[in-house]
């Protein structure tokens, strides 16, 4: 990932010149923006990043993406309509780049909807009670943890059911990178909950050790930041700071579980 800064109010847009590389609009903590740099890089397509500060976001960015939100992917040649919302993006990028690319999705469609399906589940069974738990003003919603352990449970009988180290095979595939960004921050959950919360090595054994085999994955690797990182700017969130450009620091990351 690049490492430049979030651009923000009263910028210009940035010159990039006319080398044929995608353009993806990004913020460097947002998950759903992860996904897209997630796919490029697992397909080793050429792009160039450009952060945006979603705070202040740069007036001209809404002519980029109206809804003001990252990820917005601009393609060479089309430079007028960008592309955004990550699950579209994604899908775009798998469809758009199949010649010499290594393919994410199943090749067979009844497999390729149920991947999408899972995909879905994960937003509502996962991410939904996830975001509950870390951002509630007003103490840990009642049934947020259970209902997060549940969903958790879908994907750990997944994993059994297909008997293989992904959900992509032998390699991660679509499904693997769409609910990555958020596994990699299911460790911020000690933010809100302490030390008390862990996740039973029993319960969610394939899962834990498909997280392990996942941090090494080169894709991964390219976008990957450390809980510290994660939880520097998960504070500066919620002291309403927001300080986008925290330096990297990716050391292990502590352990949930």
């Known amino acids: 990932m690049s490492n430049g800064k979030h651009l923000a109010k009263g910028s210009t847009p940035p010159v990039l010149g006319n080398d044929g590389k995608l353009r993806l609009y990004s ?21 160039h990043t ?10 001209w960015y809404f002519d980029k993406n109206p809804l003001g939100k990252v990820p917005a992917l601009e393609v060479p040649g089309k430079e007028n309509i960008t592309l955004y919302e990550s699950l579209v993006v994604a899908d775009y990028i798998e469809e758009a780049y199949t010649d010499k690319q290594r393919k994410l999705y199943p ?38 943890i259970t209902e997060f352990g549940t969903g958790l449970d879908i994907f750990e009988t997944e ?5 293989t180290p992904y959900y992509g095979g032998d390699k991660p ?11 990699e921050r299911v460790d911020l959950l000690k933010f809100a909950l302490g030390d008390k919360y862990e996740l039973d090595k029993q319960r969610f054994g394939k899962l834990l050790q498909w997280r392990d085999l996942m941090e090494k994955d080169d894709a991964v690797q390219k976008s990957f930041l450390s809980t510290e990182n994660h939880t520097k700017f998960l ?3 919620k002291s309403g700071e927001n300080n986008y450009d925290i330096p990297s620091n990716n050391a292990k990351k502590l352990r949930v579980g």
């Open 235 to 237: 504070q500066s969130r």
């Open 27 to 47: 913020m460097r903590f947002c998950p759903y923006a992860q996904r897209v740099h997630l796919i490029l890089d697992a397909k080793n397509i050429p792009y």
């Open 159 to 163: 994993l059994k059911t297909r008997g």
């Open 50 to 59: 450009i952060y945006i500060n979603l705070s202040e976001k740069p007036e």
């Open 107 to 144: 090749s067979d469609p009844f497999k390729k909807a149920q991947d999408r399906i899972l995909i879905e589940r994960f937003n509502g069974a996962v991410i939904s009670p996830y975001y509950r738990i870390l951002f509630s003003s007003e103490g840990i919603p009642p049934g947020a």
């Open 173 to 183: 595939g679509m499904l693997d990178y769409m609910i990555w960004p958020w596994c």
